[in-house]
T-cell receptor, first 115, second 115 residues
């Protein structure tokens, strides 16, 4: 059974702090790892990672994948109150050679940024 | 504007009622998905579709059914709602093609409460 585990489950920081969110996975037929940010409603896409060691960056957010050790990290520097959200990690897999595009989600990390 | 829509956003109904949750996307995506998410828990895939007239059950068993008669429309139906169906239901879609493999775009969700 495919499994995605995120840590920590919850994190409380102050504005300006840097945070690192972790995602480890055990899946069959790995294709990609995705990070989403979920505020009140729908998850919004942040990054998709397919290759080890290549950092993806968007503003204060960055992410990297290690396919040998089966994990990814999401870094947020100089956090702001608007970064408060649930951060979801999902791993995309192939199903028997089809292009199904299945995503297995982790439980999420709840990030709270205080002023 | 290309987007993915869900209606209603909130629904409170009594036990035994038949309900249909609507999902439409204007992005021309072939693949569509329904996820169920309880508060503080991970997303679980309950249905997916590769395209018109294609529907499959996901990882989490669900008493709901889906149909895909048009590319842009993927409604979910519960014939007889029960309190155990109370949850948030998220619809998503994705393109076919390696460059955007597995990147799923989410609708705003429907929060269903069955009394």
């Amino acid at each position: 059974e495919d499994k995605v585990v995120q840590s920590p489950l919850s994190l409380v920081v102050h504005e300006g702090d840097t945070v690192t969110l972790n995602c480890s996975y055990e899946v069959t037929n790995f294709r990609s790892l995705l990070w989403y940010k979920q505020e009140k409603k729908a998850p919004t896409f942040l990054f998709m990672l397919t290759s080890s060691g290549i950092e993806k960056k968007s503003g204060r957010l960055s992410s990297i994948l290690d396919k040998k050790e089966l994990f990814s990290i999401l870094n947020i520097t100089a956090t702001q109150t608007g970064d408060s959200a649930v951060y979801l990690c999902a791993v995309g897999t192939n199903a028997g050679g089809t292009s199904y595009g299945k995503l297995t989600f982790g439980q999420g990390t709840i990030l709270t940024v205080h002023p | 504007e290309a987007d993915i829509y869900q209606t209603p956003r909130y629904l409170v109904i009594g036990t035994g009622k038949k309900i249909t949750l609507e999902c439409s996307q204007t992005m021309g995506h072939d693949k569509m998905y329904w996820y169920q998410q309880d508060p503080g828990m991970e997303l679980h895939l309950i249905h997916y579709s590769y395209g018109v007239n294609s529907t499959e059950k996901g990882d989490l068993s669900s008493e709901s059914t889906v149909s895909r008669i048009r590319t842009e429309h993927f409604p979910l139906t519960l014939e007889s709602a029960r309190p155990s169906h109370t949850s948030q239901y998220l619809c998503a879609s994705s393109r076919t093609g390696f460059s955007s493999y597995n990147e799923q775009f989410f609708g705003p969700g429907t929060r269903l409460t069955v009394l």
